[in-house]
């Protein structure tokens, strides 16, 4: 796929053709760069591209053993061996199926004592494996990525976030209840994210036609903080149709 510099808009015609445009993406950048650093994102939007992933890989056609992962985020506080933590969910949904070296996965340890020390320790992390080569991202329906919600400002790097009213709403989905949905997370900032060469996101369904149109066309604003893409070099925003209805 040719991409000009800035953002460029792919428009898939439903949720399965997103993924497997994205699938195409990802597995060619690791085909470029076998040892790739991957930024990876959970939640409903990526669970088809890892599906492609795992099914390319199946097929032979993508080694995943030399890449180096960083996830966006995980709920704070959580276990790992909850169902519903993030560092669950990529070992069920992708790590598990494929062949990566678990020593090179990184996820932001729900279960850390010093939750601001270990966001401190992630970010290092991050810089010593030479920056992100291509980060994966989903789009709340608040606008926000990663964690990082609408503020007055936009959040610099990793740290210990309180969830919005809006997204432990989206997520609750995933729990039993909504008492369950932790209050906080730790996330990658920002600018964390806009220091990656390059950037996949994804957005399906009608119900992110609104934000999408805002993180693209509206201003470039923290209420909005998908909007700060808008000035990042090298990103592909994949939709599917219903995603798309507001451009
Ligand atoms: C997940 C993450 C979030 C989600 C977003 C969309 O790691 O960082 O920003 O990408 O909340 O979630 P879904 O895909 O469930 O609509």
Known sequence: MKASVGLNIVVAEDYDEMSKIAAELVAGAVA?????????????TPMGLYKELVGLHRAGAADFSRITTFNLDEYYPIQKTNEQSYSFF?????????????????????????PEAECAAYEARIAAGGSIDLQVLGLG????I????????????TSLVNLTQSTIDANKRFFESEAQV??????????TIMMARRILMLASGGAKADI??????????????????????????VLDRAAAAGL
């Open 32 to 44: 470029e760069k076998p040892d790739a650093v991957l930024g990876l994102a959970t939640g409903g």
């Open 182 to 191: 932790p209050r906080q997370a730790l996330t990658m900032g920002v600018k």
């Open 141 to 144: 329906v608040n606008g926000h």
């Open 90 to 114: 990529m070992n069920e949904n992708l790590f598990n199926h494929i062949n990566v070296d678990f020593g090179r996965v990184h996820i932001p340890d729900g279960e850390a004592k010093d």
């Open 146 to 157: 990663g964690f990082n919600e609408p503020a007055d400002c936009f959040s610099a790097a």
């Open 212 to 237: 999408v149109r805002r993180f693209i066309r509206g201003p470039v604003t923290p209420q909005v903080p998908a909007s700060a893409l808008q000035l990042h070099r090298r990103v592909t925003v």
